[in-house]
């Protein structure tokens, strides 16, 4: 299952979080909705965090891959990172979809050390 949020592209804020992106990031949605992205301390790279939201404001849609998370624990998560604006309404909204492939990359590096 894909990690899906919604957030208001004005202010930046959380307003729906499946889930997977709860498991992912090792928070509740209670947790997450109402905060802005960079605020839930998500991002090893904040400055990134916000290059990737004012990226996604100015062309509509955004894709990373390799980005690199952290969940409440402090574990670094590797996910491509896929973004898009839409309508709601009066208001635009982005959706974001996050795919998790750092036990992919773990079980590589398992065996390349081997």
């Not at 996050?98 to 992919?104: D, L, N, P, R």
Request: aromatic letters at 6%; hydrophobic letters at 40%.
């Amino acid at each position: 299952m894909e990690a899906c949020g919604s957030f208001d592209l004005r202010s930046g804020r959380i307003t729906r979080a499946n889930p997977r992106i709860c498991q992912l990031l090792a928070r509740n949605a209670t947790e997450l909705i109402g905060q802005q992205l960079w605020e839930i301390n998500a991002f090893q790279d904040l400055q990134r965090a916000q290059a990737l939201f004012l990226e996604l404001k100015a062309n509509g849609s955004v894709r990373h891959d390799n980005l690199m998370l952290l969940d409440a624990t402090g574990a670094v998560k590797e996910v491509d990172f896929i973004g898009n604006v839409y309508p709601v309404g009066e208001k635009q909204m982005i959706q974001c979809r996050s795919e998790e492939h750092t036990s992919e990359l773990q079980s590589h590096h398992d065996l390349v050390c081997r």
